[in-house]
């Protein structure tokens, strides 16, 4: 099956520094790549999602790089702020099998002030 | 966005009993839903893949006997937690994935706190 590596597993940064957060995966069927943001008890939310046919998106302070051939992603976030303190998890889908994700092993993000 | 509910978001049982979770799409109708479980500082297990109207699908380690999945309509999945004890203290989080939503794209529920002394 599915298996995704997340790192780093902290992370912390300065107030306006960039961050940013690999994940490889390893199943070369795999087209869908999400990034979760997940406060504390909270609902995993989808900040930014890439397509394999796609090799980079961006939204406004948020991007996310697709190598396919390397079987890794990052996200990327910019001017870094305190709100954006919290753990954030990539995953991987492949077609068939429900469609369901498996996710790597989380970030915890805190931007200092 | 589609929106998913689940219920109870917290709740705490003695050992030895039943706890039953639904989740639930608001405004769209969910034909798959998934069953994730979260202990603290860790990533989202997924536990099982819920069909409406067939049996889950489990992942490899969870017991089917012990996690009952039912998707009895497009809108609604339970999760049973049977004979709970205090390992399966954890956070309980269903999301669905909507047939409109694009790709692959599943929308979380709100989670539900399980504390089984």
């Known amino acids: 099956g599915e298996n995704v590596e997340q790192h780093p597993s902290t992370l912390s940064v300065q107030e306006g520094d960039s961050a940013v957060i690999k994940c490889t995966y390893s199943?070369?069927?795999?087209?869908?790549f999400p990034w979760y943001k997940q406060e504390l008890g909270k609902r995993p939310q989808l900040i930014i999602d890439?397509?394999?046919?796609?090799g980079e998106k961006k939204d406004q302070r948020i991007a996310v790089t697709l190598n396919k051939t390397a079987k890794h992603f990052s996200l990327h976030i910019t001017e870094t702020q305190p709100e954006d303190s919290a753990v954030y998890f990539c995953a991987a889908s492949r077609p068939g099998g429900g469609n369901k994700l498996t996710f790597g092993t989380g970030t915890q993000l805190k931007v200092e002030l | 966005g589609a929106v998913v509910s689940q219920h109870p978001s917290r709740v705490i049982c003695k050992s030895g009993t039943s706890v039953k979770i639904e989740c639930r799409s608001l405004?769209?109708?969910?034909?798959?839903m998934f069953w994730y479980r979260q202990f603290p500082k860790q990533s989202l297990m997924l536990m099982a893949t819920?069909?409406?109207?067939?049996?889950?699908?489990?992942e490899q380690g969870v017991e089917k006997d012990k996690f009952l999945i039912n998707h009895a309509s497009l809108t609604l999945s339970t999760l049973t937690v049977t004979s709970a004890h205090p390992e399966d203290s954890s956070f309980y989080i269903c999301?669905?994935?909507?047939?409109?939503?694009?790709?692959?794209?599943?929308?979380f529920g709100p989670g539900t706190r399980l504390t089984v002394l």
């Open positions: 819920s069909n409406e109207g067939s049996k889950a699908t489990y």
């Open positions: 199943d070369s069927a795999s087209n869908y």
């Open positions: 890439i397509r394999s046919n796609v």
């Open positions: 999301s669905a994935r909507a047939p409109t939503g694009g790709y692959n794209e599943q929308f």
């Open positions: 405004d769209f109708q969910a034909t798959t």
